[in-house]
């Protein structure tokens, strides 16, 4: 048995899907990298790498095996170039390239914000139809183009926000502001004030409340997070509080709750001064 459970150990997976972030500059103030590397079986992994002015630190383990965080440190005259990054388990090796690049500038020379402009907050839909071509979409649920109706689309578009950016010059606007740009299926109105209808990533996330296995649900959970595009927009998602169940000590008198938003959300101890003993 215990041949056969090395065995097994010796050819299960390990691999290297993401890392985070996926690049990195020369010439910066914190000689520390931080890389999260994310893939089956990468947590027992040990790491080295071979790269002039760049040495591994430590690396951590996380509670998931699909987790590991590696600390670099890069030296003050380390050059751009990529190097690899090689992950090792017994007789298991995988190697992954990785890259450091030349800042354009140096951190105090990039230009922030300051109280000269004036930043300018819109909804697209509701500025300019720059392009009626595209104010019905075939696939969509049935809706229709109003400027009147508040509750109806209005046609606005990004081509619309480019052909009026003289009328943002003039006003002294130097930075837009956008309101999340994401496909919207929804119908009804506008009562879902989240702008949020997307049915492929309402699958992932059934998906990852059903899955037996943790590990697997952890994969869906990132998927809906990270597949961020036309199909799946999982950025204005609102998860609500789910109920939970509290035990209290004998004599102790939880207060009477506010109103919660949608039923529920609030802390159970949000009113903790109002608490009292019997």
Same mark, same amino acid.
């Given at each position: ?5 090395? /065995?097994?150990? *010796? ?46 630190? /430590? ?28 992950? *090792? ?12 690049? =030349? ?12 109280? /000269? ?20 979409? =075939?696939?969509? =649920? ?67 409340? =059903? ?5 697997? /649900? ?17 950025? !204005?998602? !609102? ?26 959300? !609030? ?12």
């Amino acid at each position: 048995m215990g041949t056969l459970l090395l /065995s097994l150990s *010796t050819y299960a997976a390990m691999n290297v899907n993401k890392i985070d972030p996926p690049f990195w500059y020369t010439g910066m103030q914190n000689p520390e990298l931080q890389l999260m590397v994310y893939g089956e079986g990468i947590g027992n992994a040990a790491v080295s790498v071979n790269y002039p002015g760049v040495s591994l630190s /430590s690396t951590v383990k996380l509670e998931s095996n699909n987790y590991l965080l590696v600390y670099l440190k890069l030296d003050k005259d380390v050059k751009p170039g990529k190097f690899n990054l090689t992950f *090792t388990e017994g007789k298991k090796k995988l190697v992954k390239e990785y890259e450091l690049k =030349a800042r354009n500038k140096k951190g105090c020379e990039h230009k922030g914000f300051d109280a /000269s402009d004036a930043l300018y907050l819109l909804m697209p839909d509701r500025f300019a139809n720059g392009n009626p071509d595209n104010d019905q979409i =075939a696939g969509m =649920a049935e809706y229709k183009i109003d400027r009147k109706d508040p509750n109806a689309r209005h046609g606005g578009d990004l081509a619309g926000i480019e052909q009026h950016l003289d009328y943002f010059s003039d006003l002294g606007v130097t930075a837009l502001w956008f309101t999340p740009v994401l496909e919207n299926n929804m119908t009804g109105g506008s009562c879902n004030f989240t702008g949020y209808s997307n049915a492929k990533t309402d699958e992932l996330l059934d998906a990852a409340l =059903a899955a037996d296995d943790m590990e697997e /649900s952890y994969r869906l959970w990132q998927q809906a997070q990270e597949d961020v595009g036309p199909d799946a927009e999982a950025l !204005w998602v !609102w998860f609500a509080n789910v109920d939970h169940l509290y035990f209290a000590r004998d004599g102790l008198v939880v207060a009477e709750q506010k109103l919660h938003p949608h039923g529920h959300g !609030w802390s159970l101890v949000n009113n903790v001064d109002q608490w009292t003993w019997n």
